[in-house]
C-alpha cells in the first residue's frame, strides 16, 4: 500500500510520519437535527483516511465527539416542547444508524460532551489556575493573542466569521475581541454544571481540545506527559470548522499540555444543492435518513459523495445520484460474473488514487474501467479479491 499523503491547512500530511499508533479525532455532530449529505461528506472523507491506514498496517485510535450541549440543541427542544436529554439521544441513534448504513466505520468512541463534563471542568480549571483566561461577567474567556501570529486569515476577516460561528467579539470589555468563551455563566433555565467557575458550562472549542487529549493521550495528559512534538496526528471536520473551531482547540489544547496539539488539520468541503449552499435556515437539507426511506441504496448515496474530491465544495442534484446509480448498478454487474478482467491493477490502482489526496473520484473511474474491461470479455481476475478490497478501501460492498 503507498504511503497516504493528504493536503492538509499547512501543507502536506504523510501517514509515513507516524509509524506508531496513529490518534485521528474529528468533530461530530450537534444532536439536534438529523443527519445531512454536509456530515455525511465529511465523515465519509474520514472513513476513508481511517481504512486506509488501517489496511496499511497502522493502528489508528479513532474518537469523534457528539456537542450534546450547544444553544441550538437547547433552542429546538424548547421549540418542540421536548427535553434536550431526549432530543439529543433521538438525534444520536437516528446519526449512529445513518452512519452505519453508509458503512462509515465507528470510532473507538463516540464522546458525548455530557459524559465529559468532568474532565473539561478540571482541564478550564487549569486553564484559570495557569493563567491563560480572565472573567467577564461572570463567563471565562481564553486568552488568544499568544496564538494569533499563527492565523492565516487577516484579523477583520476572522473577526468577522468568528461573530458568524458562534464568537462574540463585540462584546465589551474583552481583553480580545478574538478570545473564545471556555464558560459560559449560568442563564436563564438552562442546564449547568458546578464548578470553580461557578455554575454554567464549557464553551464550544475548549470540549473538543479536552475530549481529543483525554480520549487519544490518556487521563494523565495534564501532567506535562506528552513527550512527542504534537499530541496527536489528526484533527479533522469540516471546512466550515478551519475557523475558529479547530485554531481555538488548538491553541486551548497547546496550553493544556505545553505540546502542539495536531500535526494535520485536514478539511472536507462544503455540500451545496442545486447551486445554493445547503443550509438550515434556507430549509434545503437533504437528509441521509430520508434518502434511506425513499428506498435509495446506501451504497448508491456512498459512491455519489465519493464521486467528487473531499476537498472541494461540491453541488448535490437528482443526477448525482442517478449517475452513481448506473455505475454501482455496472459494477455490480461485473463483479457478479464468474469470469472477470485482471483486478490486481485496478487494486493497486485503487490504493494509489487514494494515497494520492484521498483521489476517490480516480479511484472509481478505475474500478469503472475494470468493468468494462470485464464487459469486453477480459479474464484472469478474482471477484473476491476485489470486493474485499473495494469493500476494505472504499467502504462499498457492492
Ligand atoms: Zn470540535
Same mark, same amino acid.
Given at each position: 500500500?503507498?504511503?497516504?499523503?493528504?493536503?492538509?491547512?499547512?501543507?502536506? #500530511?504523510?501517514?509515513?510520519?507516524?509509524?506508531?499508533?496513529?490518534?485521528?479525532?474529528?468533530?461530530?455532530?450537534?444532536?439536534y437535527?438529523?443527519?445531512? &449529505?454536509?456530515?455525511?461528506?465529511?465523515?465519509?472523507?474520514?472513513?476513508?483516511?481511517?481504512?486506509?491506514?488501517?489496511?496499511a498496517?497502522?493502528?489508528?485510535?479513532?474518537?469523534?465527539?457528539?456537542?450534546?450541549?450547544?444553544?441550538?440543541?437547547?433552542?429546538?427542544?424548547?421549540?418542540?416542547?421536548?427535553?434536550?436529554?431526549?432530543?439529543?439521544e433521538?438525534?444520536?441513534?437516528?446519526?449512529?444508524?445513518?452512519?452505519?448504513?453508509?458503512? *462509515? !466505520?465507528?470510532?473507538?468512541?463516540?464522546?458525548? *460532551?455530557?459524559?465529559?463534563?468532568?474532565?473539561?471542568? *478540571?482541564? @478550564?480549571?487549569?486553564?484559570?489556575?495557569?493563567?491563560?483566561?480572565?472573567?467577564?461577567?461572570?463567563? @471565562?474567556? #481564553?486568552?488568544?493573542?499568544?496564538?494569533?501570529?499563527?492565523?492565516? =486569515?487577516?484579523?477583520?476577516?476572522?473577526?468577522?466569521?468568528?461573530?458568524?460561528?458562534?464568537?462574540d467579539?463585540?462584546?465589551?470589555?474583552?481583553?480580545?475581541?478574538?478570545?473564545?468563551?471556555?464558560?459560559?455563566?449560568?442563564?436563564?433555565?438552562?442546564?449547568?454544571?458546578?464548578?470553580?467557575?461557578?455554575?454554567?458550562?464549557?464553551?464550544?472549542?475548549?470540549?473538543?481540545?479536552?475530549?481529543?487529549?483525554?480520549?487519544?493521550?490518556?487521563?494523565?495528559?495534564?501532567?506535562g506527559?506528552?513527550?512527542?512534538?504534537?499530541a496527536?496526528?489528526?484533527?479533522?471536520?469540516?471546512?466550515?470548522?478551519?475557523?475558529?473551531?479547530?485554531?481555538?482547540?488548538?491553541?486551548?489544547?497547546?496550553?493544556?499540555?505545553?505540546?502542539?496539539?495536531?500535526?494535520?488539520?485536514?478539511?472536507?468541503?462544503?455540500?451545496?444543492?442545486?447551486?445554493?449552499?445547503?443550509?438550515?435556515?434556507?430549509?434545503?437539507?437533504? !437528509?441521509?435518513?430520508?434518502?434511506?426511506?425513499?428506498? @435509495?441504496?446506501?451504497?448508491?448515496?456512498?459512491?455519489a459523495?465519493?464521486?467528487?474530491?473531499?476537498?472541494?465544495?461540491?453541488?448535490?442534484?437528482?443526477k448525482?445520484?442517478?449517475?452513481?446509480?448506473?455505475? =454501482?448498478?455496472?459494477?455490480?454487474?461485473?463483479?457478479?460474473?464468474?469470469?472477470?478482467?485482471?483486478?490486481?491493477?485496478?487494486?493497486?490502482? =485503487?490504493?494509489?488514487?487514494?494515497?494520492?489526496?484521498?483521489?476517490?473520484?480516480?479511484?472509481?473511474?478505475? &474500478?469503472?474501467?475494470w468493468?468494462?474491461?470485464?464487459?469486453?470479455?477480459?479474464?484472469?481476475?478474482?471477484?473476491?479479491?476485489?470486493?474485499?478490497?473495494?469493500?476494505?478501501? &472504499?467502504?462499498?460492498? &457492492?
Amino acid at each position: 500500500m503507498p504511503t497516504l499523503r493528504i493536503k492538509t491547512t499547512s501543507g502536506t #500530511f504523510d501517514a509515513e510520519d507516524s509509524k506508531n499508533v496513529f490518534r485521528m479525532y474529528v468533530c461530530g455532530i450537534t444532536p439536534y437535527d438529523a443527519t445531512h &449529505l454536509g456530515h455525511a461528506a465529511t465523515y465519509v472523507t474520514f472513513d476513508v483516511i481511517n481504512r486506509y491506514l488501517k489496511l496499511a498496517g497502522h493502528k489508528v485510535d479513532f474518537v469523534e465527539n457528539i456537542t450534546d450541549i450547544d444553544d441550538p440543541l437547547f433552542e429546538r427542544a424548547k421549540r418542540d416542547n421536548q427535553s434536550w436529554e431526549e432530543l439529543g439521544e433521538s438525534q444520536v441513534a437516528l446519526f449512529e444508524s445513518d452512519m452505519a448504513a453508509l458503512r *462509515v !466505520l465507528p470510532p473507538k468512541d463516540y464522546v458525548a *460532551v455530557t459524559h465529559a463534563m468532568e474532565s473539561i471542568i *478540571v482541564a @478550564i480549571e487549569k486553564l484559570v489556575s495557569d493563567g491563560f483566561t480572565y472573567e467577564l461577567n461572570g463567563n @471565562i474567556y #481564553f486568552r488568544i493573542s499568544a496564538h494569533l501570529p499563527l492565523l492565516t =486569515i487577516p484579523i477583520y476577516e476572522a473577526t468577522s466569521i468568528f461573530a458568524q460561528r458562534g464568537g462574540d467579539p463585540s462584546t465589551p470589555g474583552k481583553e480580545n475581541a478574538l478570545d473564545p468563551i471556555v464558560w459560559v455563566a449560568n442563564k436563564d433555565n438552562e442546564p449547568g454544571w458546578s464548578s470553580k467557575m461557578g455554575f454554567g458550562r464549557p464553551g464550544w472549542h475548549v470540549e473538543c481540545s479536552v475530549i481529543a487529549l483525554e480520549n487519544l493521550i490518556g487521563r494523565n495528559y495534564l501532567a506535562g506527559t506528552i513527550k512527542s512534538d504534537f499530541a496527536i496526528n489528526l484533527q479533522g471536520g469540516g471546512s466550515d470548522l478551519i475557523f475558529p473551531h479547530h485554531f481555538m482547540t488548538a491553541a486551548i489544547g497547546k496550553a493544556l499540555t505545553d505540546t502542539e496539539f495536531a500535526s494535520a488539520y485536514v478539511h472536507a468541503g462544503m455540500v451545496g444543492l442545486d447551486g445554493e449552499k445547503m443550509s438550515k435556515s434556507k430549509g434545503n437539507l437533504v !437528509l441521509v435518513s430520508n434518502l434511506l426511506k425513499a428506498g @435509495i441504496d446506501p451504497m448508491v448515496i456512498r459512491h455519489a459523495l465519493l464521486s467528487e474530491n473531499y476537498s472541494s465544495d461540491r453541488m448535490w442534484h437528482e443526477k448525482t445520484l442517478q449517475k452513481s446509480e448506473v455505475r =454501482i448498478a455496472r459494477i455490480r454487474s461485473a463483479l457478479a460474473r464468474i469470469e472477470v478482467a485482471p483486478t490486481e491493477k485496478v487494486i493497486s490502482e =485503487i490504493a494509489a488514487n487514494i494515497a494520492n489526496n484521498l483521489d476517490t473520484p480516480e479511484a472509481l473511474l478505475a &474500478l469503472d474501467d475494470w468493468a468494462e474491461q470485464t464487459e469486453r470479455g477480459e479474464i484472469g481476475g478474482s471477484v473476491g479479491e476485489l470486493s474485499r478490497f473495494i469493500d476494505a478501501a &472504499l467502504g462499498l460492498a &457492492l
